[in-house]
């Protein structure tokens, strides 16, 4: 076992180090590239020795999930203010109920899911039936909706611009909270008939609530309620690979100028297939991707293998890469929760201010809860507090109930239904 854990940690190392010279992709998007053929499939991710069978969900996009768990889908179009064209997934009703009419879901309490960084809505159905946070919502009675952020593999269009161009990628976490989030509200809203939905965010899903209650406060009277699962917002601490990232942010960033990048770390690009076929090769592979995810999202005891595998299958689905930096801007700062940060000349040209201003979290006004846990390396109890002292509407925090319980693990633990999804099942208005 020790020389196993020494030759996956050498791996990881490698891998590491690669995907640093190699992580800056432009690559046109395809929507066929998602349909590859089964034959296609089974080639590449062969297994050197046959040790390692990844489950079919590595390989599979999020609708197909969902129909293959029985599920009625329904996917929905989105077209923000500034143009970029979004995919919204949509699961009307439970697999048990006969009735998915439009009328029927009409009834029901609609809740959005809003995912982190570089993901999408995998996070929210891609593990096991029971232990799926989509699932549980639409058994309970609940009208299920799952956000596509700009630029992921279900989000990557727009009216005019061209994937392939700088322009499409030039976005921040200010326009996904000023025309992501509201326009997709906006249209839940609209579909459905209600007056208000019920908003789940996980990670950076969190961060760009607020954002958004910041620039479009109208937007507070449209949310029943907000839960925020390892909300980020400020970055006080970090206690994992990306501390060691952080500083090389401005150096990164003239890189990005440098090199004129667009697309950052597409679920299709090299460094996604190289790994994905790393973690499926054999036990070393397997044992060097497990490390790797403790690495970005912390140690856990309960994580579930399984969706290790089925994780690299789907994360990270690309990107702007100035989503990142603008979350490396906040750590390096010392613990800040600001607008993009342009430089100087940049700021006041777009702000009229040297520094960038900070988001103010008494805008956020909605009721909202936190759900956090004390062993999370990115979402830190130091940043939980420092959150929970200033939102408008608090109305409760809560720490998972566990010792070790990963950034990760809210939706990767085989303990998430216990741990997590019940607590939030109470925080929902009934159905």
């Known amino acids: 076992m020790a020389t196993v854990i020494l030759v996956a940690n050498t791996v990881v190392t490698v891998l590491l180090t690669w995907m640093v010279l190699n992580h800056f992709q432009l690559v046109e998007y395809d929507p066929m590239d998602i349909a590859v053929s089964q034959f296609q499939r089974i080639v590449f991710y062969s297994q050197l020795d046959g040790s390692v069978r990844a489950p079919p969900e590595t390989f599979m996009t999020v609708p197909e999930i969902i129909q293959s768990r029985g599920y009625p889908l329904e996917i929905h179009h989105v077209t923000t203010e500034d143009g970029y064209i979004l995919e919204l997934h949509r699961i ?26 570089f993901a999408t809505d995998f996070v929210w159905a891609a593990g096991p039936t029971n232990g799926s946070l989509a699932y549980i919502l639409a058994d309970h009675g609940y009208d299920v909706w799952m956000g596509n952020s700009r630029g992921n593999t279900y989000s990557r269009k727009h009216k005019t611009l061209d994937p392939d161009s700088e322009q499409f990628w030039d976005f921040t976490w200010e326009e996904l909270g000023q025309y992501d989030l509201p326009n997709s509200i906006d249209y839940i809203l609209r579909v459905t008939g209600q007056e208000k939905v019920s908003y789940v965010g996980y ?37 994992n690979a990306f501390k060691l990232i952080a500083p090389l942010s401005n150096p990164l960033k003239y890189v990005l100028k440098w090199t004129r990048t667009g697309l950052f770390l597409p679920s299709d690009g090299l ?27 912390g140690f856990s005891e309960t994580t579930n293998p399984s969706l290790v595998h089925t994780l690299v299958g789907h994360y990270p689905a690309g990107g702007s890469p100035k989503t990142m930096f603008q979350f490396f801007d906040n750590y390096n700062s010392g613990g800040n929760f600001t607008r993009y940060d342009y430089g100087e000349t ?10 960038a201003p900070k988001y103010q979290m008494e805008l956020v006004t909605a009721p909202v809860y936190l759900l956090w846990s004390k062993t999370d390396p990115v979402s830190t109890p130091r940043d939980i507090e420092w959150l929970a002292m200033r939102l408008g509407n608090l109305k409760g925090s809560v720490e998972v109930n566990a010792p070790v319980f990963s950034h990760g693990d809210f939706f990767m633990s085989t303990q998430a239904a216990k741990l997590v999804y019940e607590p939030l099942l109470k925080m929902l208005p009934p159905p």
Do not use: W
Not at 92 to 109: I, L, Y
Not at 205 to 221: Q, S
Not at 276 to 293: K, L
């Open 92 to 117: 009307p009703a439970s697999v048990n109920e006969h009735d998915s009419s439009t009328e029927n879901s009409r009834k029901k309490k609609p809740v959005f899911l809003q995912h982190g960084i």
């Open 203 to 239: 990670s950076l899903g969190c961060a760009i609530f607020y954002v958004a209650a910041n620039l479009r406060p109208e937007l507070n009277d449209k949310i029943e309620v907000m839960i925020g699962l390892a909300p980020t917002s400020t970055v006080q601490v970090l206690d």
């Open 271 to 297: 460094t996604s297939r190289f790994l994905r076929f790393i973690c499926n090769s054999s036990e070393i592979g397997s044992a060097s991707c497990q490390t790797i995810n403790f690495y970005v999202f």
């Open 346 to 355: 940049g700021n006041l040209e777009r702000y009229g201010t040297v520094e």
